[in-house]
Each structure stands twice: as structure tokens, then as C-alpha cells.
């Protein structure tokens, strides 16, 4: 492997190499997560003014630009007014939870980060069960987010954080459902395994990522649409619709705390997009053998990068759901669609390979159930809208 | 032994928050408590190298179980703190008592079992592929009968929901089908 791929594990062990021998396995450990920290902590200030620019020349403004050339430098005014804001913890809170609760939403967060595999042989930690690894640790978020909205004893907080939890428990579940049928196609739920299984081509020139197969394309729009709705983005951020409920679970902090939920919201959706790019988009191979002099750690941030910004296209674009809609679209149309793709993809491996029935077979298993459910999801047939007043 | 420090420390990790989640006064706290006592079994898990059954234990009793108790104490609106009420209920004693009899049950079996008799494997650790292929063939039955049961259970919640949800919706409908034909106010719900 050339050089320029295996930079980082070079710089790593001359690093850790300088440490006494003794030392050294800790050093190295430390180093990898001062580095992981430092990599994501700097991805989050600039997905800010990445997504504060995006926004406004969506929506036909200009966004940021006061500080620095382009208002590149407003993330660091914004961390800087957020580290001299006044720390504010209401009266009739409950001081412990009240305190724990960013520190308990944002710790996990960061532990998710270890098992991603970000380039060749550069994963924090290689676990054999490294996917199990990350939803469990995710799942912690969702007491943070009650311990945050409990013990402010605000009754838009409680009521924020209660949507928050109805919200991520729902579309865990097809988040789940839609990652196991890449386990079935890797045969194991170690992520390196899972990038390994990735590689090569079929007939010539398409990569063999999991995408361009209809099982792993309909995987793929359901993990993203689920993961939106996990990290509580817009068009699913309802629990802090600030048009209802002020800013939910969020209401009653401010300064460095309100800072430290906002991290730990981007950085679960970085975690979330970088296991996108594993699990679905080959994580850090290169789509053809001739691109393949540009560095694997690069894939994986381009990749990451190009799925930050569809993103945050979607928030752009899409207007909020209501509540009830949210939970019905999860349980009636992702989760069955998740078990039907799980039913396509076992097809799909059943069958020989190499034959475009295949193709056109399994595509035609997903594209029915999902014109029907699409239509039929919400229990009413959908007939011409009938606008009584405004005619 | 450092494995034997960390053990220690996980341990008294666990029983200090087991013991915080029977004591504390408010039921919003006792959760918590519990929910990190679990996480604190998880870790002893991992620390016997048992992976997956370590992350399961995270992924289904922090993710899953404590949410439900937390809802439950919300929906049921038992958190309130008394004043002027002692902090142990009055049948703490039957507690006591059956606690007792579920320690020395689970002793009696565990101490009884034949897995005590063969040595501990040094090699303890099993791949998930052998967890997985174990569930599909030899334990198929348990399995089966567990998700069977499970699926009894969510099939009756959403029975007992549902009814609830008709007798709110009845009187709340008549007001608002003065406007609209009854018809047309269903279908825009």
C-alpha cells in the first residue's frame, strides 16, 4: 500500500514509538482518540457553517457572513459565546439529572466512533460484534434525552423529550431491520468484514457495494430516512418543533450545555452517516480499480461528506411531519417494507448469480409492497383533495 | 491482577446503583439507578469476554427495559413524593421474604447445575456466527416459544390500547362533526 494511504497508522506508531515500551499500548490508545476527537470535533464546526450557508442558499439568502472571509470563522464565535453564556439551571429543576443529562447524551456519542472503520485497517477497535457494539451504544441517547427533559420540570421539556423517545424507539427499529440484510450478505457483524465484503467489481465496471443491488438501494433510503429520524433532523424534528414546543427537551438549558446537546446530536448523526458509508456505500473502497492512487481514508470522507450534505438538502427541503403521521409512517410502512427487504434479500442470495432476473426479480419484490403501502399506508385511499373554501 | 481490580470495581459499581435504585425516594431516580446497574451487569459481561452477550444485555435492558419503566412511572403518575409518608412500603417485610426465596432458588440451581462440574474452558470466547448457529438449531424450540409468547404479549397491549383509544374518540367526534360530514372529518384525521 503506498504511503499516503497508511499516513496515519505511520504518524500513530512513530508517535507512540516514542513513549517507554511499558506505556505504549495505552499512548496509542490515547492518541487514537485524541485524534478521533480532534477529526470530529472539527467535522462538527464546520458542518455548522457548512449547514448554515447551505440553508440560506436553499432558501435564497445569503447565511452567515460577517465573520472572517465567507463568515468562515462564525463557528468559532459561536463556540466562543457559548463557552461566556450564562449557565442558567432553574429553580425546581433536579440539579444532579439536570447536570448529567448532556454529559450522558454526548459520552456514548463518542464511543460509537470507535468501531467505524474510516480507512484501510483504520478502525479504533476491530470487534466481532461491532454493529451490535454501535446500536447498543446508541440506545443510551435515549435516556439522556429523558434525563434532560424530566428534570428540567418544565412541562414543554417533558413533552419534547416524551415525543423524543416515542420517536427513536419507533424508528429504531426499522434502523435495525435495515442493516441486517447487509449481515446476511457479509456473514458477519464486524464492520471491517463488512467493508471487505464490498470489494470488487461485477460485469466490468460496477462496484460490488451494497447500493446497486435493490435490496441494499431499498436498505439504503430506509436506513437514511431512519436515521434522519434518529438523530431528530428535520422533516422528523418535532421534538423540538420550535413552533410547538419551544425547543422541547432543549428548553431549559443554555451556554455550554445547550453547546453540548448540539454536539452530541451532530455527532450521532456523523456516527449514523459514517455507518451509512460501511454498511451501504463500500466505506473506504474506491468505486473503480484506477482511482484507487486517492488515499481510502479520502473515500470514506468524500463519501461521508456527500451524505452530510444530503442531509442537510433534505432539512432545505422537506416541511415538518405531525406527530401522528411520524408514528404511523414507521410502524406501517418502514418496518413492513424492512421485513420485506429482508425477504428480497434472502431471495436474492438464493438465486444464481449473475443474471439480470435476478435483478429485475427482487427490484419488483420491493417496488409493489412499497406503490401499495405507499398508498394504502395511512388506511385512506387517496382521492382527489377536495379544496371547499378556497374555490 | 488488574482483571481482578476492574472486576471489583464494576461490581461495586453495580451493587452501589442496585442498592441506590431500591432506596432513593423518587421513582424517576430508581429507574435511572436501575438502568445503570444494568449497564454495570453489561460491563461483567464484556470483562468474561461473552461480547455479545454483553452488547445484547445494553442494546435490550438500557434501550428497552428502562425506557418502559420510566414511561410506566410517567404514565401512571406514581412519582410523586409523599410527605409525611415513610420511605419503605408497609409489606417491605413479604419483599424481604420473597427476595429471600428467589436468592436461594436461583443458589440451589446454579450450584446444582452439571455446567459447575466440567472446569471453565480457557478459551471462553464464542463468535457470534456460533451463538447464531446454536439459536437456529438446538435451541430452535426455546426460541420459538419465546417469540411466540412475546408476540402474544404485544398483540394483547395493542388489544387493550385500542379499546381505550374508541371510548376517548366518541364524545370528542361530535363536536367537530357539526362543520363537516362525519365522513370527511375521518378522513382528514
Same mark, same amino acid.
Given at each position: 500500500m503506498n504511503a499516503l494511504d497508511s499516513i496515519f497508522i505511520s504518524a500513530l506508531h512513530w508517535l507512540a514509538g516514542l513513549a517507554p515500551a511499558p506505556v505504549r499500548p495505552l499512548v496509542s490508545m490515547l492518541l487514537i482518540i485524541a485524534g478521533l476527537m480532534a477529526a470530529f470535533g472539527t467535522c462538527f464546526a464546520l458542518a455548522t457553517i457548512l449547514e448554515r450557508k447551505t440553508l440560506g442558499r436553499m432558501q435564497n439568502r445569503f447565511g452567515p457572513n460577517r465573520v472572517g472571509p465567507f463568515g468562515l470563522f462564525q463557528p468559532l464565535a459561536d463556540g466562543i459565546k457559548m463557552l461566556i453564556k450564562e449557565d442558567i439551571v432553574p429553580f425546581s429543576a433536579d440539579k444532579t439529572l439536570h447536570f448529567l443529562a448532556p454529559l450522558a447524551l454526548t459520552a456514548p456519542v463518542w464511543m460509537a466512533f470507535a468501531v467505524l472503520p474510516f480507512g484501510r485497517n483504520m478502525s479504533a477497535i476491530e470487534l466481532d460484534a461491532g454493529i451490535l457494539f454501535f446500536f447498543a451504544i446508541g440506545s443510551a441517547s435515549e435516556l439522556a434525552v429523558f434525563m434532560a427533559g424530566w428534570s428540567s420540570q418544565n412541562k414543554y421539556s417533558l413533552v419534547g423529550a416524551m415525543r423524543a423517545i416515542a420517536q427513536m424507539i419507533s424508528y429504531e427499529v426499522p434502523l435495525v431491520l435495515a442493516a441486517v440484510p447487509v449481515l446476511m450478505a457479509a456473514g458477519s457483524l464486524s464492520l471491517p468484514d463488512i467493508v471487505q465484503a464490498q470489494s470488487g467489481v461485477a460485469l466490468g465496471w460496477v462496484p460490488r457495494w451494497n447500493i446497486f443491488t435493490p435490496w441494499g438501494l431499498a436498505g439504503f433510503a430506509l436506513f437514511f430516512i431512519a436515521a434522519t429520524a434518529e438523530s431528530n433532523r428535520c422533516p422528523f424534528d418535532l421534538p423540538e418543533g420550535e413552533s410547538e414546543l419551544i425547543a422541547g427537551y432543549l428548553t431549559e438549558y443554555s451556554g455550554f450545555k445547550y453547546a453540548l446537546f448540539f454536539l452530541g446530536e451532530y455527532l450521532g448523526l456523523f456516527a449514523v452517516a459514517g455507518l451509512a458509508v460501511t454498511l451501504f456505500l463500500g466505506g473506504w473502497q474506491a468505486p473503480a480499480r484506477w482511482l484507487e492512487w486517492f488515499p481510502s481514508w479520502g473515500w470514506f470522507a468524500a463519501k461521508f461528506s456527500a451524505l452530510i450534505f444530503l442531509f442537510i438538502w433534505v432539512r432545505a427541503t422537506l416541511p415538518r411531519l405531525r406527530l401522528d403521521q411520524l408514528l404511523n409512517f414507521a410502524w406501517k410502512f418502514l418496518v413492513p417494507l424492512a421485513l420485506i427487504n429482508l425477504f428480497a434479500a434472502a431471495v436474492w442470495w438464493k438465486l444464481p448469480a449473475a443474471m439480470a432476473i435476478r435483478w429485475l426479480l427482487c427490484a419488483g419484490l420491493l417496488a409493489v409492497p412499497y406503490v401499495w403501502l405507499g398508498r394504502h399506508w395511512n388506511g385512506v385511499t387517496p382521492k382527489r383533495r377536495h379544496y371547499g373554501y378556497a374555490q | 491482577m488488574p482483571n481482578d481490580i476492574a472486576f471489583y470495581l464494576i461490581a461495586a459499581f453495580t451493587v452501589a446503583f442496585a442498592a441506590a435504585a431500591m432506596t432513593l425516594r423518587r421513582l424517576v431516580h430508581c429507574a435511572l439507578c436501575a438502568a445503570a446497574a444494568f449497564a454495570g451487569l453489561a460491563m461483567i459481561y464484556l470483562q468474561l469476554d461473552a461480547e455479545f452477550v454483553g452488547f445484547a444485555q445494553l442494546l435490550v435492558y438500557v434501550g428497552a427495559i428502562a425506557i418502559l419503566i420510566v414511561f410506566a412511572i410517567l404514565l401512571t403518575r406514581g412519582d410523586e413524593v409523599r410527605p409525611g409518608h415513610s420511605q419503605s412500603s408497609p409489606s417491605w417485610m413479604a419483599g424481604?421474604?420473597?427476595?429471600?426465596? +428467589?436468592?436461594?432458588?436461583?443458589?440451589?440451581? &446454579?450450584?446444582?447445575?452439571? *455446567?459447575?462440574?466440567? @472446569?471453565?474452558? *480457557?478459551?471462553?470466547?464464542?463468535?457470534?456466527?456460533? &451463538?447464531?448457529?446454536?439459536?437456529?438449531?438446538?435451541?430452535?424450540?426455546?426460541?420459538? +416459544?419465546?417469540?411466540?409468547?412475546?408476540?402474544?404479549?404485544?398483540?394483547?397491549?395493542?388489544? &387493550?390500547? +385500542?379499546?381505550?383509544?374508541?371510548?376517548?374518540?366518541? @364524545?370528542?367526534?361530535?363536536?367537530? *362533526?357539526?362543520?363537516?360530514?362525519?365522513?370527511?372529518?375521518?378522513?382528514?384525521r
Open positions: - | 424481604v421474604a420473597v427476595a429471600a426465596l +428467589m436468592l436461594a432458588g436461583m443458589a440451589m440451581a &446454579i450450584l446444582l447445575s452439571p *455446567s459447575l462440574q466440567h @472446569p471453565a474452558p *480457557s478459551a471462553a470466547v464464542a463468535p457470534v456466527k456460533q &451463538i447464531g448457529g446454536e439459536l437456529m438449531t438446538r435451541y430452535v424450540l426455546p426460541l420459538e +416459544m419465546a417469540g411466540v409468547l412475546l408476540t402474544g404479549a404485544l398483540l394483547g397491549a395493542v388489544v &387493550i390500547a +385500542m379499546h381505550e383509544e374508541s371510548d376517548v374518540k366518541q @364524545p370528542a367526534r361530535c363536536p367537530a *362533526s357539526k362543520g363537516a360530514e362525519p365522513d370527511e372529518a375521518m378522513s382528514l
